[in-house]
């Protein structure tokens, strides 16, 4: 069992009562004291630790040795979306997360039909981070992306990290999304890479004038085939294609 605990710094010898939700899980496989379980905390590294104590409620443990495993992709990837309706963004956050994306940033556009602000955008960011933490729990990363605040998408292009290589998922692309991946040094693994940033749209993709800003900001169309994805499909593939070529 792998457990993730935020807002928890994990050393050895630490001893702690689990949080609430991964106390559950604790309990409802009937572990008892003197039972191992796997934790993290999202800094990297996993600590092997021993059950302590079963309460009806709290379950104690005590943190033991750390490894240093890193199952992490060797470049940073971000995925900017324009968020798909319905439980398709629930899939797609926790698929990205098990293909080992480091950044998610929501976005409403022009054709977006999935339109959050406020507290309602809050509360569904919080969810999809929470999406997020269980596929890490599950897929064996040892840290859990970040899922943005959402914005604009004419906002946030305006204030994207220029030195990120970028792509966008286009209909009208200058290069295949493998080609653009196999130009020199794209994927060299090094510590000082930029990383990656990838834009996709929403259900019926960016309006002409969103994708020629994009272009005019430095971002390279690049496409996916002839046929066409879903606004969850695109930004998904594109990630496999990256863990492909770097896994």
Same mark, same amino acid.
């Given at each position: ?23 559950r ?9 003197g039972?191992?379980?796997?934790l993290? &905390? =999202? ?28 199952? !992490?992709? @060797?470049?940073?990837?971000t ?16 698929? $990205? ?11 409403? +556009?022009?054709? /977006? ?5 406020? !507290? ?15 596929a890490?729990e ?7 992306p970040?899922?943005?605040?959402v914005? @604009? ?6 204030? $994207? ?8 998922? /286009?209909?009208? %692309? ?14 060299? %693994?090094?510590?000082?890479? %930029?990383?990656? +940033?990838?834009?996709?749209? %929403?259900?019926g ?5 969103e ?7 430095g971002?390279? @169309?690049? =496409? ?7 606004? &969850? ?6 990630l /496999?294609?990256v863990? =492909?070529?770097?896994?």
């Open positions: 069992m792998r457990l993730f605990l935020r807002d928890v710094v994990l050393s050895e010898g630490l001893a702690l009562s689990l949080p609430e939700g991964a106390a899980h604790v309990q409802v496989l009937r572990q008892q004291p039972d191992t379980v796997v993290f &905390d =999202g800094r990297g590294g996993e600590w092997t630790a021993r059950v302590t104590q079963m309460g009806r409620r709290d379950v104690s443990v005590a943190v033991e040795a750390r490894q240093d495993v890193d199952r !992490e992709l @060797p470049v940073a990837v995925l900017a979306l324009g968020m798909p309706a319905n439980d398709r963004m629930d899939a797609l956050v926790e698929k $990205a997360a098990e293909l080992g994306v480091a950044a998610i940033q929501p976005l409403v +556009c022009e054709r /977006s039909v999935l339109r959050l602000d406020g !507290e309602r955008a809050a509360k569904k960011v919080a969810h999809w981070q929470s999406v997020a933490e269980a890490c599950q897929s064996g990363r040892t840290r859990v970040m899922v943005h605040a914005q @604009p998408l004419k906002h946030w292009l305006e204030a $994207a990290d220029a030195g990120q290589h970028r792509a966008l998922l /286009s209909f009208n %692309p200058q290069l295949s999304g493998l080609q653009w991946l196999q130009q020199a040094d794209r994927l060299r %693994p090094q510590a000082s890479h %930029p990383g990656l +940033c990838f834009l996709s749209g %929403p259900e993709g960016l309006t002409e004038a994708e020629a800003r994009a272009r005019e900001l971002w390279t @169309p690049a =496409g996916l085939g002839a046929r066409v994805l879903r606004a &969850d499909t695109a930004p998904l593939m594109m /496999s294609l863990a =492909g070529q770097l896994s």
